[in-house]
T-cell receptor
Framework: SQKIEQNSEALNIQEGKTATLTCNYT??????LQWYRQDPGRGPVFLLL?????KEKRKERLKVTFDTTLKQSLFHITASQPADSATYLC???????????FGRGTSLIVHP | DAGVIQSPRHEVTEMGQEVTLRCKPI?????LFWYRQTMMRGLELLIY????????DSGMPEDRFSAKMPNASFSTLKIQPSEPRDSAVYFC?????????????FGDGTRLSIL
């Protein structure tokens, strides 16, 4: 069956360090993968999209990689700040429908 | 531009009552999605519309759930009768589907508690 896996344990890091979050998937052949940020009491907010033919995408302090062989995406936040503390969700398009399916998200806590 | 607007933000009601959640998508967006989020199951797609027409409602848990989109600027999700296990945060999202890989824009959700 199709599965999207994100680490359910919170990631705790020190301010200024690079945070790396993982999204693994099985039984998908996604054409693209998206990353969203969700703050408590708010809806998810789109951050980045990466296509299957792209290895890496950057936006300011954010970097996303997409390895279709490993079936994995890594999401990096460099020079992390306490304001980056949130839950980060990955989403994969499923079966050519263009409708993304979401992972359950990983909580990031950046300590000052 | 105003984002996706959902109402109410919070709803507390007793089991058996009818619940209606409302959503106003971003103007110009042709896709509208209803999701439910719980700790146990994460973010689940319930139903989505394209140009006001329901396309896939396979995520709707039971016949107690229904959704409508009478026009491009309004949608409702109704639960009748409500049960305690329906307690969750319900999100509405919209997108402009051009090229098949556009991001979704979410509202801030309705936190529903069924007592």
């Amino acid at each position: 069956s199709q599965k999207i896996e994100q680490n359910s344990e919170a990631l705790n890091i020190q301010e200024g360090k690079t945070a790396t979050l993982t999204c693994n998937y099985t039984n998908y052949s996604p054409a693209y993968l998206q990353w969203y940020r969700q703050d408590p009491g708010r809806g998810p907010v789109f951050l980045l999209l990466i296509r299957e033919n792209e290895k890496e995408k950057r936006k300011e302090r954010l970097k996303v990689t997409f390895d279709t062989t490993l079936k994995q995406s890594l999401f990096h936040i460099t020079a992390s700040q306490p304001a980056d503390s949130a839950t980060y969700l990955c989403a994969l398009e499923s079966g050519g429908s263009y409708i993304p399916t979401f992972g359950r998200g990983t909580s990031l806590i950046v300590h000052p | 531009d105003a984002g996706v607007i959902q109402s109410p933000r919070h709803e507390v009601t007793e089991m058996g009552q009818e619940v209606t959640l409302r959503c106003k998508p971003i103007s110009g967006h042709d896709y509208l999605f209803w999701y439910r989020q719980t700790m146990m199951r994460g973010l689940e797609l319930l139903i989505y519309f394209n140009n006001n027409v329901p396309i896939d409602d396979s995520g709707m848990p039971e016949d107690r759930f229904s959704a409508k989109m009478p026009n491009a600027s309004f949608s409702t999700l109704k639960i009748q009768p409500s049960e305690p296990r329906d307690s969750a945060v319900y999100f509405c999202a919209s997108s402009f589907r051009f090229g098949g890989n556009q991001p979704q824009h979410f509202g801030d959700g309705t936190r529903l508690s069924i007592l």
